[in-house]
């Protein structure tokens, strides 16, 4: 019998499902990286543009694992991986605005 009072990982962990301990560490970690692409995206949008793609795409597949949540969040973050990698930072692309 299951007390209410526990909380799920640990209660997953006690009751033997580590499985889901693991691919909640592996999305956490991953959502991290995924912040970390997005401060980079400043300084190098091509480098930051690939982590997040990368990030999104691994957080993607860790919530179709044990559930639907990550879903959409994986495509935000893949959508603006997308953007940092087209992103032009070259300033000659920039247009001439003269005031």
Partial sequence: MRDAGKLPLIEA???GDTDL?????????VSII?????????ANAKLGGWVMRGSGAAIFITS??????GRIPAHIIVAGGLI?????????HRPNVSL
Avoid: F, H, M, P
């Fill in 84 to 92: 940092g990698i087209s992103r032009k930072t070259d300033l000659s």
């Fill in 21 to 29: 301990l693991k691919i909640g560490q592996t999305s956490l970690i």
């Fill in 13 to 15: 962990e006690l009751y």
């Fill in 34 to 42: 995924a912040i970390i692409g997005g401060n980079v995206v400043k």
């Fill in 64 to 69: 179709c694992y044990y559930n639907y949540y």
